[in-house]
């Protein structure tokens, strides 16, 4: 069964306190579209700069999780990214007028209620999953995090102070989303009482207070009381749950943390991006084993892996693709195409020769992509049942959606058809040579 990509309906707002900071900021959550991920704006600032949650933008901030690109930083996300996961948003946009989301009470719950007002709803877009096919492991002193490789999303955590009150605490979700609102979402920040002279001193925690914090003492928790008996280790989830977010997919898998916080969960998303650009400077791309049916692949990824160049490289995303199988790309048709200059200039229509050459240059990704197949070039043999259903017009996004129905060494046939707003306008059967 098909997932589809989830986005909000309708715009919302809340305010609140930075827990660091301790400024008053607005945030808003807006729909975002088909493939662009989780992306922040920083409407205080000139340009309004944005900043995507992902890997490759994170920057390392005591006791939080940050993002930031160019100089424009973004603070303590972790809360909301988890709120989510649980929800299912792959895609949004969150404005806000300061550089620190809202403490709010320490938790992930109320963000999670205010994007459910919102009104979550399905996109057109296949869902893509980050699901290692391999054991992804970090270690520092007697900390950990792994990730199993399974075909769901399960989380488990040892959490262990040395302090009279935190004991050794184990917890285990199985994750759905009715679990992630009822046993993860709503429990809070916490910290020793020993702590709080020191992150003062390091100008922290000017937003906290007993009602966004869980302050606990040498005898127990301080001026609050606890939503559960475990509610320490469900934090830690929670926390563990929002930075794996930053993969800039849904994550299938097994996660099991031992007294890890944001910086081993930060340097395990930094082994995991390395590996990647490894394999990408290999000539790889975003398939490698880690990244096994990942995308999207942006024009960078692409040109690493096709030969074509302007004007004749016709794709501009791949959105989906998943190795011997399919791939489905996306080329923005602009009135600004070089064709368009002599192709009914008048009337610009996208020539059908070209619509079937963009189609081709997907299933090239597909098939070169293929370890086996790295190096190679594929060439045209034969184009076969070929059909044109509708004009492509400047303004459309041309959809191209390629199965494969023979894949040899040496050559490969696929189905290949592309939509306009689901509306098909071309199918063709292509075959291949792969050659030096």
Not at 150 to 167: E, K, Q, W
Not at 209 to 228: A, I
Not at 369 to 374: A, Q
Request: aromatic share 6%; net charge neutral.
């Amino acid at each position: 069964m098909i997932e589809y990509q989830k986005t909000i309906t309708n715009t919302v707002e809340l305010s609140g306190i930075g827990l660091h900071t301790g400024q008053k900021v607005n945030v808003r959550f807006k729909p975002g579209e088909e493939n662009t991920g989780i992306e922040f704006i920083r409407v205080d600032l000139p340009h309004r700069p944005r900043v995507a949650a992902h890997m490759s933008n994170v920057i390392e901030r005591p006791r939080r999780t940050s993002i930031g690109i160019a100089g424009v930083e973004i603070h303590t996300i972790e809360h909301v990214l988890a709120a989510l996961v649980g929800l299912g948003i792959d895609n949004l946009v969150i404005e806000l007028d300061a550089e620190e989301l809202p403490g709010l009470d320490g938790s992930a719950l109320p963000f999670l209620e205010s994007l459910k007002k919102a009104v979550v709803r399905e996109q057109k877009s296949p869902r893509v999953y980050f699901q290692p096919k391999e054991p992804l492991f970090m270690e520092e002193g007697d900390s950990s995090l792994m990730i199993l490789p399974a075909n769901d999303f399960h989380v488990s955590y040892t959490m262990n102070y040395a302090h009279p009150v935190l004991r050794s605490q184990y917890a285990s979700f199985a994750f759905t989303a009715q679990t992630f609102e009822k046993e993860i979402a709503p429990s809070r920040t916490f910290c020793l009482q020993q702590e709080t002279d020191e992150l003062t001193r390091q100008g922290l925690g000017k937003g906290a207070n007993y009602d966004n914090t869980v302050v606990v003492g040498s005898k127990g928790v301080v001026n609050n009381t606890l939503r559960f008996d475990d509610e320490f280790v469900r934090h830690k989830i929670c926390d563990l749950i929002g930075d794996l977010y930053l993969l800039g997919h849904p994550l299938k898998g097994h996660v099991i943390g031992i007294k890890s916080g944001h910086p081993l969960n930060i340097k395990l998303l930094q082994k995991i991006k390395h590996s990647h650009e490894r394999q990408t400077k290999a000539g790889v791309g975003a398939v490698c084993e880690e990244f096994n049916r990942m995308a999207p692949l942006d024009i960078n990824d692409i040109q690493r892996i096709l030969p074509h160049r302007y004007p004749f490289l016709l794709v501009d995303r791949i959105v989906e693709l998943k190795e011997d199988t399919n791939a489905v790309g996306i080329k923005n048709v602009t009135i600004n195409e070089q064709f368009f200059n002599g192709h009914f200039p008048g009337r610009p229509v996208m020539p059908g020769v070209l619509i079937i050459e963009a189609m081709a240059q997907v299933a090239g990704v597909l098939i070169l992509s293929k370890r086996g197949n790295l190096g190679k070039r594929a060439f045209f043999m034969c184009i076969d049942k070929v059909k044109f259903r509708r004009m492509v017009l400047p303004g459309d996004q041309l959809r191209m959606e390629v199965a494969v129905l023979k894949l040899k060494s040496k050559t490969g046939q696929v189905y290949a058809r592309a939509t306009v707003e689901d509306r098909l306008v071309a199918e063709a059967v292509l075959m291949f040579s792969l050659g030096e």
